[in-house]
Every structure is written in C-alpha cells, then in structure tokens.
C-alpha cells in the first residue's frame, strides 16, 4: 500500500462511497478534517491500486483511529502500515476488523470489544410511530440532565471508567449542540429521550448516541425519537440512514419503523493506545 497524496482524495472519497454501510466515519472524517493534520479526526490513508483502480484504502485518524476498507484483504501490507501507529481503536466491517485483529497481535485486549449487527433504511420507507411526543432542539432540554443522560451512555455502551464519563460527557454533548446533531423528545413538557446523528453526508445519516433513561425503556420513545429526527432530515434532502444496534430491544424498535438488517459492523477500543508487537 502507498501513501495517499492530495490529488488522491477524490478517488478515495469515490472508493469508501461505493462501502459507505461501513465508510461514514472515515468518509466524514476525510471530507471534514482532511489529510493535513492539526484536528485529531484528520486522517492519513494508504491506498491499493490494480489496474488503475482503488481496490483497498487503511484510513488512519491522529488520534489513532484505524478505519480499513480492504476488500482484498492485503494484512501484510497494512501491518506493514501501522507498525509505529499507537492504536487507539478500530473500527469497520466485522469481518475485516477480524483479520486485522488477528494479523496485528496488539499487546493488550480492547476495553470496548463488540460486534453489532448493521442496518439500512431508505427513508422513502420509513414508518413513524403515532404518539404525541415531539421533537426539540437538545438545548431545550436541562444541560444538567442531557449530559447526565450521555454520562450514562459513556459507561453502558462505551464502557468509559465512571470517573472519566460524566467529563467527556460534557464536552459530547457541547459538541453536540454546536453541530446541531442531536434531538431531544418531550413529552408534556418534559425530557424523556435522546437521538442524533454521530456522521452527515448531504444524502446519507448514521444514528448514534440512541439513549432512554430506564425508567422510560419499553415504552417506544426511542424509535419515535430516531423516527421524527429522520423524517427532518429527509425534508432537507437525505435519503438514506445506517446504524448498529447495541441489543435485541433496540434492533426490534429500529425494525419497527423499517430498518432492515445488512451485515455486522465491530468496534475496539483501548483506553491506552497500542503498538503491535512482533
């Protein structure tokens, strides 16, 4: 694999479009932050090439993220990549996130370690709940209680150490606001779910950050919450939706306002970033 140059992201941008089930976050990542460095989600990417096509591309985040998109499964050569990259996760099709895994040998086990099943909603098929809950701006809710929501989140689903959650929290949910991402759903008033969006392209959205507080679970406020969000961003031209489900209670709400079930999508993450060893 070789390293991508500037003239080179048009076609890279092309490549991870025609994988974009398992592309959103690098694909973002290189639209947004570029591959000149300063902002820690910029990236490096090493590309393959065959007949004057991209056939392969490693993306690789300053802050360490690993993204492959490598059909052909060149491992060697990838290895080869990160040999000196501090590794602070990886991300990307379940399968190839697999062989990585197996072909790096990382001296410790992921601190997050999951395999989530992916799915697909085109939004011509999208089904809204009934309910007379609606959807708000995040900052209409208490920030308090939001980021304390997201705190919950952290330790749950991304097995953040409780001492560290409710900070990163905090600056989640800044981030949110900034980039106007997320939603909250009232009903009477009152806070009682949280969707968004954790990567945008103008036709194509990926849900993350899904969060009920468990006193209000079973009840589906969640779906309707990720349904109403959907339908707003099918008004301002976005067409398709992906998202991993966390367990079976969420893939059932998805199902329910038709998503439907594509492939699997894995996510590592270790607290201390790490180097392969040989």
């Known amino acids: ?20 089930e398992t592309s959103m976050f690098p694909l973002v990542n290189l639209i947004n932050h570029g591959m000149s460095g300063g902002h820690p989600r910029a990236v490096t990417c090493w590309i393959r090439w065959k007949a004057g096509q991209i056939t392969d591309v490693l993306t690789v985040s300053d802050e360490g993220m690993i993204f492959p998109q490598c059909p052909t499964g060149p491992w060697g050569d990838v290895v080869t990549v990160l040999s000196d990259i501090g590794i602070k996760g990886i991300l990307g099709a379940a399968d190839q996130v697999a062989s990585l895994r197996g072909t790096l040998r990382l001296p410790a086990s992921p601190d997050l370690d999951v395999v989530e099943p992916l799915y697909h909603l085109s939004l011509m098929n999208l089904q809204i709940p009934d309910g007379l809950t609606e959807l708000r701006q995040l900052q209409d809710a208490p920030r308090d209680l ?20 409710a900070a990163q929290a905090a600056r989640d949910i800044a981030g949110y606001i900034a980039k106007d991402s997320h939603r909250v759903l009232m009903q009477d008033g009152k806070p009682v779910a949280m969707t968004g969006f954790n990567a945008e392209l103008p036709h194509v959205v990926q849900i993350g950050g899904v969060y009920t507080p468990p006193e209000a679970r079973s009840g ?24 991993f489900a966390a367990n079976p209670a969420a893939e ?8 439907a079930h594509i492939g699997h999508y894995a996510i590592a993450m270790y607290e201390e970033p790490q180097v392969r060893r040989d």
């Open 1 to 20: 694999m070789i390293r991508a140059v500037a003239t080179d992201q048009p076609a890279i941008e092309a490549f991870l479009a025609k994988h974009i």
């Open 146 to 165: 939001i980021e304390g929501w997201r705190a919950a989140y952290n330790i749950e689903l991304l097995a953040y150490p409780k001492d560290s959650a």
């Open 252 to 259: 059932k709400a998805y199902q329910a306002i038709g998503f």
């Open 220 to 243: 589906g406020l969640a779906r309707r919450a990720v349904a109403l969000h959907l339908a707003e961003a099918a008004e301002k031209g976005v067409t398709d939706a992906l998202l």
